[in-house]
């Protein structure tokens, strides 16, 4: 299966619990992370919920 690049641009503090839990379970510690992950259902359904913090690197 392909894979995607992930990084995060935007930081989680004053956002809710959700997507708080959704930027740690996507395993992202740091701004400006990039993180390889399987392009599932699951975690392009994750990156949609939080698409407003992360970017897709190709």
């Excluded at 989680?12 to 930027?23: F, G, M, V």
């Excluded at 996507?26 to 975690?43: D, W």
């Amino acid at each position: 299966m392909a894979t995607i690049k992930i990084k995060q641009v935007r930081s989680a503090i004053n956002r809710s619990q959700r997507q708080k839990r959704t930027i740690q379970a996507l395993g992202f510690r740091k701004l400006n992370q990039v993180i390889e992950k399987e392009a599932t259902p699951q975690i392009l359904g994750m990156v949609k919920k939080v698409q407003h913090l992360v970017e897709v690197v190709e």
